[in-house]
């Protein structure tokens, strides 16, 4: 599967070896007591430990009332190898997932867009694993290795405040891509080639496996236990005292697929962002969120015969979201979400165990996250 998209870059920096909005900045000797991490950022070596966790509850609505407790803690180590072996232009990634809890979509809703871009069978997986080589004074970059795409593919800075997946890898790729695609909690062989003509922009193409669980039947992550409207975003309104990441945002994306093969075959989504617009909360932001998906005509084909055949079941439509998002950011590297989904006829209108329609649902997420 080739992938071709356009992004605007965004620098990150670092300290001692600390990543930028770190609970370790917090901590005395900046939670490295014996130096060792600044010692190891000297020769190149950074790394981090991240951890999310989310209380999940369906109050209304899908297959059934209940609650879930989700959580991910994630390792990462990066390697300049010019510091540590004078390789000048080559860096190397590698990050693992340890996930806890099941999500309620797949225990409690049966919808197509997941309450939570964390949501995953429980289990400890190598996410990426990959080799990067700049050239030009870094204005070309080529990566080679185990990569997944929703990390840079088809994203947009103002849909990260969000806590349903779609807003990351959205649906129309999720239902219509062997095994969900090269994307969360998978990730595939690849490569990825990033051209930066100008300080503002960034233009990417991506070639990965198709199918990263295997062209096997079943659940595809049972399977491995271990044409695109590029993504608008813009800020609409900037404060006086000039601060690029206050202010209000907008974005929107849209994606189509062929009718004739796909489940999804129109997707939607878009979402409106004010940060720091309060006064004695300057770290807040306040999101609004929404994500339509529409069924093919041939899927619905689909279903209309089974009922005239005395099969039975509803005719599918679509699935839409609503989602509401506060987020308050207790210290640096420690933030809390405060989220509301209203989740439009999931599945598509589906039928659930009773036969009939599983009625709109509606989910509140209390969601935590640290960065060391």
Do not use: C
């Amino acid at each position: 599967m080739a992938v071709v998209t356009t992004e605007v870059a965004y620098a990150q920096t670092d300290g001692d070896g600390v990543p930028a909005q770190s609970i370790a900045i917090g901590l005395p000797h900046n939670g490295d007591p014996g130096g060792r991490r600044k010692a190891l950022s000297g020769s190149g070596i950074t790394y981090g430990l991240n951890y999310i966790g989310e209380w999940q509850t369906n109050v209304s609505g899908g297959v059934s009332r209940g609650s879930e407790y989700i959580g991910r803690l994630e390792g990462v180590i990066d390697i300049d190898m010019a510091k540590l072996a004078r390789w000048r232009g080559w860096a190397f990634h590698i990050n693992a997932y340890q996930i806890q809890g099941n999500g309620l979509s797949r225990e409690h809703v049966f919808n197509l867009m997941p309450v939570s871009y964390i949501e995953a069978l429980a289990n400890t997986r190598l996410a990426e694993l990959w080799l990067e080589h700049k050239l030009f004074d870094d204005k070309l970059s080529v990566r080679l290795g185990q990569m997944a795409a929703d990390n840079e593919f088809n994203t947009s800075l103002y849909a990260t405040q969000f806590i349903n997946n779609t807003f990351g890898w959205p649906t129309i790729l999720s239902a219509d891509l062997p095994s969900s695609g090269p994307a969360y909690p998978f990730a595939t062989p690849g490569v990825r080639a990033k051209l930066d003509p100008v300080k503002s922009m960034s233009i990417l193409l991506g070639v990965f496996n198709g199918d990263p669980a295997g062209p096997e039947p079943g659940d595809p992550e049972k399977r491995d236990p271990h044409s695109e409207l590029s993504p608008f975003f813009q800020q609409i309104w900037r404060p006086k005292t000039g601060e690029p990441d206050k202010g209000i945002g907008v974005f929107a994306r849209a994606s189509a697929s062929p009718a004739d093969r796909n489940l999804v075959d129109l997707y939607i989504d878009g979402g409106i962002v004010f940060a720091g617009l309060i006064p004695f909360r300057p770290d807040d932001v306040l999101s609004f969120g929404g994500a339509y998906a529409r069924i093919s005509d041939r899927a619905r084909g689909l279903d209309s015969d089974a009922i005239a055949l005395g099969g039975g079941g509803i005719i599918r439509d679509f699935e839409a979201l609503f989602e509401v998002n506060y987020q308050a950011q207790v210290v640096p590297g420690l933030q809390i979400d405060l989220d509301l989904q209203r989740i439009i006829q999931p599945g598509g209108s589906i039928a659930g165990p009773n036969g009939v329609a599983i009625p709109d649902a509606t989910v509140v997420t209390f969601h935590t996250s640290i960065k060391y």
